[in-house]
Every structure is written in structure tokens, then in C-alpha cells.
């Protein structure tokens, strides 16, 4: 756990500190991070001075200026080298990507980031996904981003950690309420309330939003409840929380080209995933010594995943297979529960300053899986209407085991030099059982284990200047869905149809980064980082064709990101100006063949051959963020946003060869404005995409079954189109809040 306060060492040694001075308590503050975690697990953390990476640290106030209705939102529009791609449709479930690794909520989609709640891997056990619209934004009290593929974050950290950390009522006292209306029927409100008595502290906060969608068929209904308590002195600091949610999402699909006359028209419909939530987390940490504390966690997760999906049947033949379309239901009941603890110690080695902190985790996963299929015909306005009852495909229960043990350990050299190294052993077991007794290859038990290592060097020749280098490898494990749907011979619709498991590796990342970080007068900081990060036996998912969501999972050798980021923030007098660009090349360095009959350049068995130097798909290359804000005293502020994102490749274009070339490059811009209207009581608005900017962030090939008559159902003459995802239109919407201490 990072530590936030100034003087870090000088107030751990102050065992008679009051409660409020624990440093274990934080990041639950609003103030400036200045102290990074090491780790995902409470401890001493730190120093940004001392940490060899780019990082990025947002605060909850920061989150709280923009008014973004969700973070998935808010990561698009400032951190530097994220972006989003649109592949669900619904703004809630956006695939989140960092130097072209993806945290995705999309069955299937493979993972290369690593996400925390207060110290609690939340990828899901079942497919890795994060499925962001289980987090409260109104909770958040700090975000960290740390890049590379740091190893004490453990699975997943191929490209980077998100760390989010929770507000508590010693920082965030007093309440608040809200709520706000505008385009597309978007209807919201929300609470929060914290306050402290004597060592006993509380915050509660909950959010409704209620919203028809941009597009037709695209509904969100959005249900968050997140709750604190926590207990500490000096010494000593405990919270238990929980967060509760359950959300209703529906998608739009990507659209063929040939549907771009109308944007906001479904593909096919319906598409409807309702995801519940329960998580319990308990953490806490004491310290044993003036410069020893043990902290750890433990927690509980349940979350059920209910999807209805319809799908064209891509084997659709007048004579031979007369059906149009399927209606697949699935159901993912999970639970998950962990613990970890960690053991810190300040000292000296060889007489120099050395901080060194040492843990284990572990991490239990269980879920079953079931998909049922209907037969169904598609009316003039492309609804799937069923003509047959559900029957079972799938029922399979799968169980993960995620166990680490790790060090890491910073060693002042002197006043200007600090080495960091670091380490993790992984071991991951994932057993998959069919309950059908109809799928006896699926059954099965994988075991994957690795020993991490990381090494960096930090030189701070002055209180304005850092630089740094570093060297770090990663893993990941090939989930349950990629272990079962692996055969070539046997391709997957994802939701999956659960079927064989042949044998996949596990991923391995070794990234190399260097860096300088700096402050100018007039409080302007700035950074500069280049970076490469190579993947072995990177797992893709290889494109079948026909339907646009059917494949199957491979290694496909080695991939490479690599790529630079600058930033610069600045404020003059009342005006805060920030600038962050960043430039990323993502290939594959292995040739494979890809099946992708809807690529133009398809061979006679619809294979395409990808070659080293192709570029992966969905990653832009250029990305530029703008952030301007003025404020007129404490009373009024008002904000922009400006995004540029370059051209991208439409998955299955593996090869970056097919007619229909790169989805256009776009500049979006946003604005934000709060105006006190009287004490406590503040109006706010917020407008998206503010020139009505017709654009797309996400691709795919595939073929269109829409081709007769006003675009209706016509499988005997599909044809191959390039499928987009839209972004949102303009939109605005107005609010208001009234808090309280």
C-alpha cells in the first residue's frame, strides 16, 4: 500500500502519532500521492523518487472535477497511453488499453493488465475479464497506474497494475447528494457519507443511473453501493468494506459499413448482460516496530454473469441448415475468495537506507458455466425471435488456484542513487470438469509456474530531476475459457461453447523501460518514458470467419509494444493546462496463419499468413490528450477535454493487408463546468463529443447476413464487410450537488 504524506520515515518512527497520522490510511486520502505501492498489499511503499517506472497517480478529487459518468470514461480522457475501444457497445464496458495491453469485460479477449481493488486482484478467475462498471467511481479515492510488467503485482501484469483505492471517513467526512438528466434518457443520482468518532471511522456511497442508450436496443440500468468502516490508532489500522452491484447492460454490436447511413440502428438485437456483485474485503496493518509492519487482506466475491445473446448461424443454407439465428444463454456463477499477507521492514544494509517488504497471496477461483441455444428466425427489424426451446450446449465447472510468493527491496546508494529489485514466483492451477458427460476432452487440470525477477536504478541528482531505468518480466496463465477453447478443428462462439483443451503456454513478458521526470517553476512537472515490452508465446484469438465473434485460442509466438510517452502538466494563476502524448507500435515477431475468410486477401481456405512486423489490431499509434480548466475563484471552474487518436486495424486484418484498410484516426472534444450557485449547492454540466464527431475506435471482419431489403435477412448473399464500433454522439447533460460537512 502506498503511503501519501510527506515525511514518510519520520512518521512511521512516531509510534504515538495520532490516529489520523497512521500512514496506513493514506491513499484514502484526497491529497497528492507522493509514495508509490510496491505492492498490492498494505505496507510502507515507496517514494516516487525512488520508483523506477512512469507512473501515474489521479486522485478522487481529480476524478470528481470531470464528471464522467464511469472511470472506464475517465481513463480514456487522461492518463497518457490508454484508450478504449467500443467492442461491447455500451459505455460501461468499455475494453480499457495501456500500451496495447487490454483489461476487457469481453469473454475471451486477452488480458495483459492486472487491476486492484484496495489490494484485491479483480480480474475475474473465470476468463481474467474486469468488468468495470463494478466499480463505484464515487468510492475512489486514488488510482495508480504503474506500467511494465512488475512482478509483485503477480498474474497479469504483462503491461501494467491499475491499483484503485477506496475513501474512508477520516479524510472524506460530512455527505453529499446529486443527481442529473440529459441526452439519450440518462437519469442519475448518487450519495456519499463518511465522518469519524474518536478511532472509529465510516463512508457510504451509492449511485443509480438510468439510461436509454445513444443507440436502439442500448439500454443501462447501473445499481453501486460501496461501504467502509474502519478502526485506527498509531499503530494499528483496519477497514472492512463492501461493494454491492447489480447492473443491467445492453449492447449495440459493431455495424457493417453498408449500416453507417444510421449509426444508431442494431446490428441484431438482443444483447443483454446482468451482472450482480458481492465483495467483502478485510484489511489491516500494524506495525510490530517503529520500522516493521505486517499488513495483509482477505476477501469474498461472488458475482453472477447472466448474458442473452443472438447470433446469425454462419452455416445458414436455404436447403441444408434453414436456420437464421441462435439465441445463446449463458450463465457464469462464481465465487472467489483470498488472502494475502506482507511483512515490511525500514532499516539499514551495508549502512545505507534500505526499505524491504516480502509476502505471499493466494487467490481462489470457482465458477460453472452454462450455455443453452435456441433456434430463432430474425424479423424486419433484425430482433432474433425464437422458434424452438433452450437446450443445453454447456455445463462445466472450473476452479483456479493463483499463488505467489514475492520480494521486493529498495536500497539508497546515496542521496542521488537508488536500486530496486525485485521478485515473484507464480503458480497457477486451473482444473476444468464438464457436467454434461457429453464433452470428456474438456475435463482436464493445467499447472503453470514461473519465477519473476525486476531490477531498476533511480538517479534524483536534485528535488527537480529523476531518472531511471528498469527490467521486469511478467506472466500470465491461459484462463479456462482459452484452455477450453483451443482446437482449431473445434471453433468457439464467445460466449464459448465449451469443447476440448489442447495444451496452451503460458505468456511471458520482459519489459525494458527508461525515463526522466522533472519539475519546472511555476509548478509545472513533466516526464518523458520510452519502453519495450516482448511477449513469448502470446496467446491471440484466431478469427474462424463467419460470425464475427466465432474462433479459437493460440500461441502464436512472440508479440512486441514498444513506444514513448510524454507529459507535461503546468498551472498559471487561475488556468491548468496538461498535455500527455503518447506513441505506441504493437507487432507480431512470429509468422502464424490465421483463418479469416472475410479478409480480402483470404486464400481458398480463408487462411491468411501474418508476418513479423504486422501490426496487432485496435492499437492506435498516435494518442494525444488536452486537458485545459479555469477556475474563477473557489466558486465556478469550467474544463475541456480534447482527445486525438490515429487510425487503427479491424481484428481479423491480422495481416494489415485487406481492401478495407484502417478504421479513420478522430479528435473528440468534451467539456466540464461546475458553478457554485449557493453554499454547499453546486450546478454542473458536462458535453461529449461537442462537434457531433461521426467516428469508430473499434473494428472487425466479418460477413453481413443484412442484405436484402432494408437491411433484412438475406444469408444466401452475405458479403464480406469491415464491421466498426461507434463512438457516442454528442450528448450533454446538467446536474446538481449539494454537500455537507
Request: aromatic residues 10%; glycine residues 10%.
Amino acid at each position: 500500500m502506498a503511503i501519501a504524506v510527506g515525511g514518510v520515515i519520520a512518521s512511521l518512527l512516531a509510534p504515538h502519532a495520532a490516529a489520523a497520522d497512521n500512514p496506513a490510511e493514506a491513499l484514502e486520502t484526497p491529497e497528492a500521492v507522493v509514495v508509490i505501492g510496491v505492492s498490492p498489499l498494505p505496507g510502507l511503499g515507496t517514494p516516487v523518487r525512488d520508483v523506477p517506472a512512469n507512473v501515474q497517480v489521479y486522485t478522487g478529487k481529480d476524478l470528481g472535477q470531470q464528471r464522467q459518468t464511469n472511470i472506464g470514461e475517465y481513463l480514456e480522457q487522461n492518463p497518457t497511453s490508454v484508450t478504449i475501444n467500443s467492442a461491447q457497445g455500451n459505455p460501461f464496458q468499455p475494453d480499457v488499453n495501456f500500451r496495447g495491453f487490454t483489461a476487457s469485460p469481453i469473454l475471451g479477449t486477452p488480458q495483459g493488465l492486472s487491476v486492484f481493488q484496495d489490494g484485491v486482484r479483480i480480474n475475474e478467475p473465470f476468463g481474467d475479464a474486469v468488468n468495470w462498471d463494478l466499480i463505484p467511481q464515487s468510492a475512489i479515492s486514488s488510482i495508480q497506474l504503474i506500467p511494465g510488467s512488475n512482478p509483485a503485482f503477480g498474474l497479469n501484469t504483462l503491461g501494467g497494475a491499475l491499483a484503485i483505492y477506496t475513501k474512508s471517513g477520516s479524510y472524506y467526512p460530512g455527505g453529499a447528494i446529486e443527481a442529473y438528466a440529459g441526452s439519450f434518457g440518462r437519469k442519475g443520482a448518487g450519495f456519499e457519507y463518511g465522518g469519524k468518532k474518536d478511532k472509529l471511522d465510516y463512508f457510504f456511497t451509492g449511485n443509480y443511473v438510468d439510461d436509454r442508450g445513444w443507440a436502439e436496443h442500448n439500454p443501462s440500468t447501473v445499481q453501486q453501493f460501496f461501504g467502509k468502516v474502519g478502526w485506527q490508532d498509531a499503530k494499528t489500522d483496519f477497514d472492512v468494506s463492501l461493494t454491492l452491484a447489480d447492473n443491467t447492460l445492453q449492447g449495440t454490436q459493431t455495424l457493417p459499413l453498408s449500416f453507417f447511413d444510421n449509426i444508431r440502428q442494431a446490428y441484431t438485437f438482443p444483447d443483454q448482460n446482468n451482472n450482480k456483485l458481492a465483495f467483502l474485503t478485510v484489511k489491516g496493518s500494524r506495525f510490530l516496530t517503529d520500522s516493521v509492519i505486517l499488513g495483509g487482506n482477505l476477501y469474498y466475491r461472488k458475482y453472477k454473469n447472466e448474458n442473452v445473446s443472438s447470433n446469425v448461424n454462419d452455416d445458414f443454407d436455404p436447403v441444408t441448415d434453414p436456420v437464421e439465428a441462435f439465441n445463446d444463454r449463458s450463465v457464469i456463477d462464481q465465487e472467489s475468495y483470498g488472502l494475502g499477507l506482507q511483512l515490511t521492514v525500514l532499516g539499514a544494509l551495508a549502512r545505507r537506507e534500505n526499505r524491504f517488504a516480502v509476502g505471499a497471496s493466494g487467490d481462489i477461483g470457482k465458477a460453472r458455466f452454462t450455455q443453452d441455444s435456441q433456434e430463432a428466425v430474425f424479423t424486419s427489424d433484425r430482433a432474433a425471435l425464437a422458434t424452438s426451446d433452450f437446450v443445453q450446449d454447456t455445463d462445466a465447472r472450473t476452479r483456479n488456484g493463483y499463488y505467489g510468493l514475492f520480494f521486493t527491496d529498495t536500497l539508497s546508494l546515496n542521496k542521488e542513487w537508488a536500486l530496486t529489485v525485485a521478485g515473484r514466483y507464480n503458480r497457477a492451477i486451473v482444473k476444468i470438469e464438464d457436467l454434461t458427460g457429453a464433452a470428456p476432452l474438456l475435463n482436464g487440470e493445467h499447472t503453470f509456474s514461473r519465477f519473476n525477477p525486476a531490477v531498476g536504478i533511480n538517479f534524483t541528482p536534485s528535488e527537480r530531476l529523476t531518472a531511471y531505468a528498469a527490467y521486469n518480466e511478467g506472466m500470465r496463465a491461459p484462463t479456462p475459457i482459452e484452455l477450453a477453447c483451443a482446437d482449431p478443428a473445434a471453433p468457439c462462439k464467445l460466449p464459448n461453447n465449451f469443447l476440448a483443451d489442447p495444451a496452451l503456454r503460458k505468456v511471458v513478458s520482459r519489459t525494458v523501460e527508461t525515463g526522466l521526470r522533472g519539475k519546472l517553476p511555476r509548478d509545472t512537472q513533466w516526464s518523458a518514458a520510452i519502453y519495450r515490452t516482448e511477449l513469448t508465446d502470446d496467446i491471440q484469438f484466431i478469427s474462424s470467419g463467419g460470425a464475427v465473434n466465432a474462433g479459437f485460442f493460440q500461441n502464436v509466438g512472440d508479440t512486441r509494444r514498444q513506444g514513448l510517452e510524454l507529459a507535461l502538466g503546468t498551472r498559471w494563476n487561475a488556468l491548468t493546462a496538461s498535455a500527455r502524448y503518447s506513441y505506441v507500435i504493437a507487432t507480431y515477431e512470429s509468422p502464424f496463419m490465421e483463418n479469416s475468410p472475410s479478409n480480402s486477401t483470404a486464400d481458398a481456405n480463408g487462411a491468411i499468413q501474418v508476418q513479423p512486423g504486422d501490426r496487432i489490431p485496435g492499437i492506435p499509434e498516435h494518442n494525444l490528450k488536452l486537458r485545459l480548466q479555469y477556475d474563477f475563484g473557489n466558486r465556478a471552474s469550467l474544463g475541456t477535454n480534447v482527445i486525438y487518436s490515429s487510425s487503427i486495424y479491424a481484428r481479423g486484418d491480422e495481416n494489415n493487408q485487406d481492401v478495407n484498410g484502417r478504421i479513420p484516426g478522430y479528435v473528440v472534444v468534451n467539456l466540464d463546468a461546475r458553478v457554485g450557485v449557493a453554499k454547499g449547492l453546486d450546478l454542473f454540466a458536462r458535453v461529449v463529443n461537442l462537434f457531433n464527431k461521426e467516428y469508430s475506435n473499434f473494428g472487425i471482419l466479418g460477413e453481413n447476413f443484412f442484405t436484402g431489403p432494408n437491411k433484412t435477412f438475406d444469408g444466401a448473399n452475405a458479403v464480406d464487410e469491415q464491421f466498426r464500433g461507434p463512438g457516442v454522439p454528442r450528448g450533454a447533460w446538467v446536474g446538481l450537488r449539494y454537500q455537507w460537512l
